[in-house]
Each structure stands twice: as C-alpha cells, then as structure tokens.
C-alpha cells in the first residue's frame, strides 16, 4: 500500500500532478531544457504553460555509506517532517523574509507505512550559473564577492543555518544591460536556529567548499576573495 501527498503552490494546475514529478513524462513531450547531477539528477523542465515559469525538478537522495544501500528511502515521523514539505515550507518563509530563493512550485512524499520517498519541484532561475561553473572561467569582480557576503549575512540574520552552504548552492544570474543577481539554492534540512555561535562555523564551511573547488575544478578564487566577502558579511 501506497500513499501519495502533495503541496503546491496556488497558481499549479492541480490535474496529473504525478506527470510533474515524472521525468519521463517531461521527457516525451520534449520539454526537458538540462540537467545537473549532484547526489541525484536536477532535471530542468519547460514549465511555462503549466506554471508560468521554468522548473527545476529534484528526487531526494541519501547520503553517506547508509545511502549507497537504501538510496532514496527516509523513515516517516510524519508528513511535516518529510524532506521535501520542509524544503517548500521554508523556501515558501523565506521568500516572504525577502530573500532571493527560488520560488517553491510543488513538493511531493509518496509513503508506505514505514518509508517515504519525496520529490520537489521549484521554479528554474532562468541565466543563472552556479559559482563553481563560473569561477571555472573567470573570475569575479570585488563588487560581487561583497554582494556575496552580504547575502549570507542577510541568510543569517534571519537566523537561517544552512546545511550546504557551498560554492555550488550560490547562482550568479544574468540580467539584461550588465546587470546581475544572486540566489541561494539548496535547502534541504535546513532551518531556523536560536543565537549567532554556528554563524563562523557555516561560513567556514562555505570557505571550505571554495578551497576544495580549486583543486577539484580549479576555480578562481584567492584569500582576497574571501577577505572582500567577509568585508561584505561584516558591512552592517
Ligand atoms: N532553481 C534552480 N534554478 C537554476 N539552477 C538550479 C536550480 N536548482 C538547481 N540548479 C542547478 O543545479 C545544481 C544542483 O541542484 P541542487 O538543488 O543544489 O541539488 P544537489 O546539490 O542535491 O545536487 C545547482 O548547483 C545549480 O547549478
Ligand atoms: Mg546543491
């Protein structure tokens, strides 16, 4: 026995919404845009007709040793616990706070008695690169590494704990004229948190991801860098 629940955003059409989750399904109707593959596959899709935007569709996965043997499955506790309802109620926090996150569009838990598996769709941010991909082929002006900084102070003045703040999880998009802006992505098992003591730690972490991006894409990035950044995160 299986059961399906889903959350969506007001403007979805709320017909077939197992279709949405389906990249098969996006597949024969020719409206998959790309792909990017992390832990699973983020699936791009031509959305527009359904829900106004683009989407990035994503399968939830395990990590670690214990999730080379149960790759997808989580423990249910309850469906305000799954995965993917926390990850659209906190986008849906944050974006009202605010903060440049993507737009939740639909998140899905299919469950058995004892096991889920969750899904979430969420809106694509058209022209954006992640930092990684950028810093690959140039670098970044002192300007943006400021605005970066200032970003996640805002994240954390709203007491936001950030479980992969990484180089990956921060889009640079381009806007028309020269103009840019930046977004946060990824926020899987993250969450509000009391006090300001785990602030240096997660921007450690953040500066960990840089590091290790040099030598593992040879990114662009010096300790002037991060020096302008911090500038930015101390700036108010
Ligand atoms: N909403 C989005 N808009 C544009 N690009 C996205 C979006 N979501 C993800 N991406 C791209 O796909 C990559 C992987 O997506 P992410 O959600 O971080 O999954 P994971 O890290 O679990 O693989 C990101 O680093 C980013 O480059
Ligand atoms: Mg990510």
Redesign the pocket.
């Given at each position: 026995m299986s059961q399906i629940h889903y959350l969506f955003h007001p403007n979805l059409a709320q017909q077939n919404l197992e279709n949405y989750f389906d990249p098969a399904y996006w597949k024969r109707q020719n409206k998959i845009l790309g792909s990017?593959?992390?832990?699973?596959?983020?699936w791009?899709l031509a959305t527009e007709q359904q829900v106004k935007c683009n989407?990035?569709l994503?399968h939830y996965?395990r990590g670690g040793l214990f999730g080379k043997l149960i790759k997808d499955h989580f423990l249910f506790t309850g469906l305000n616990q799954c995965r993917s309802i926390k990850e659209f109620q906190l986008l849906q926090q944050l974006k009202q706070k605010g903060l440049p996150v993507?737009t939740p569009i639909a998140a899905r838990v299919k469950r058995t008695l004892l096991c889920y598996q969750a899904d979430i769709l969420?809106?694509?941010?058209?022209n954006?690169?992640?930092l990684?991909?950028i810093l690959q082929e140039k670098i970044l002006s002192d300007d943006i590494w400021r605005q970066i900084g200032k970003l996640i102070r805002q994240l954390h003045d709203q007491q936001v704990f950030h479980s992969?703040l990484n180089a990956?999880?921060i889009?640079l998009q381009s806007l028309d004229n020269q103009q840019y802006k930046l977004?946060l992505?990824?926020f899987?098992k993250c969450d509000f948190r009391q006090g300001d003591e785990w602030k240096a730690a997660n921007l450690q972490r953040l500066y960990r991801s840089f590091q290790k991006e040099i030598h593992r894409y040879q990114i662009q990035f010096t300790p002037q860098n991060w020096q302008t950044l911090l500038q930015g995160y101390h700036s108010h």
């Open positions: 990017a593959t992390g832990r699973g596959v983020t791009f989407s990035a994503r996965y993507p969420i809106e694509l941010i058209e954006g690169r992640d990684v991909a992969d990956h999880n889009l977004w992505l990824d899987d």
